[in-house]
């Protein structure tokens, strides 16, 4: 079984501040994580992954995340957020290598970020 | 361009009536899902299907219906059964041990 939890339902930054989005899972398997931005009316476009390997893993747009198994944990942040970083983002897990679930992802219930000027 | 096309992008059902969306990709991808999306509820799995005339239930198939009779399109059924079918509907595909690519949704509004 698997679950995501994303501290904050909502944040708030001032532009050119940090970004950091929480997100703790528990699996019963090594999993694979994600996280994924949606804009408004819009599907999901994948930000990043972390599979197996290096644990500090890099995305799009400037975005980064760690692993940290020993914390159940897979933060997401950037160092200086943008206008057009205001979206709401989903951190999500599937089974990893070995593990039975076809590649379902169970998903968190999203964080929106706002971005002030 | 390679992608998930969902239609309509707006749909309207009246009480009692099935409705299905339309979800078509041309990735070539084997497997495909459904989710509903509920403001602060995140995503959840409402069907999904590895291969080719084979689906399983996710977390909340009950008052829904899928088929998969082409690998490129797995349309979903919103049955008279889904009491409370208003929500943001999002389709997926996915090859080997690629990440999701999902289309851009239908929102279902009940008349």
């Known amino acids: 079984a698997q679950s995501v939890t994303q501290l904050g339902s909502h944040v708030s930054v001032s532009e050119g501040a940090l970004v950091l989005l929480r997100c703790n899972y528990s699996s019963s398997v090594p999993p694979y994580l994600f996280w994924y931005v949606q804009y408004p009316n819009q599907g999901l476009q994948l930000l990043l992954k972390?599979?197996?390997?290096?644990?500090l893993v890099k995305g799009i747009n400037g975005f980064e995340a760690e692993f940290k198994k020993s914390e159940t944990s897979f933060h997401l942040t950037k160092p200086s957020a943008h206008m057009s970083d205001a979206a709401e983002y989903f951190c999500?897990?599937?089974?990893?290598?070995?593990?039975?679930?076809?590649?379902?992802?169970?998903f968190g219930q999203g964080t929106i970020l706002t971005v002030h000027p | 361009d390679g992608g998930i096309t969902q239609s309509p992008k707006y749909l309207f059902r009246k009480e009692g009536q099935n409705v299905t969306l339309s979800c078509e990709q041309n990735?070539?991808?084997?497997?495909m899902y459904w989710y509903r999306q509920d403001p602060g509820q995140g995503l959840r799995l409402i069907y999904y299907?590895?291969?080719?005339?084979?689906?399983q239930k996710g977390d909340i198939a009950e008052g829904y219906s899928v088929s998969r009779e082409k690998k490129e399109s797995f349309p979903l059924t919103v049955t008279s059964a889904q009491k409370n079918p208003t929500a943001f509907y999002l389709c997926?595909?996915?090859?080997?041990?690629?990440?999701?690519?999902f289309g851009d949704g239908t929102r279902l509004s009940i008349l």
């Open positions: 999500a897990v599937s089974g990893g290598a070995g593990g039975t679930s076809y590649g379902k992802l169970t």
């Open positions: 299907s590895q291969i080719v005339n084979d689906f």
């Open positions: 972390y599979t197996t390997g290096a644990t």
């Open positions: 997926a595909s996915r090859q080997s041990n690629q990440p999701q690519h």
């Open positions: 990735l070539n991808h084997d497997a």
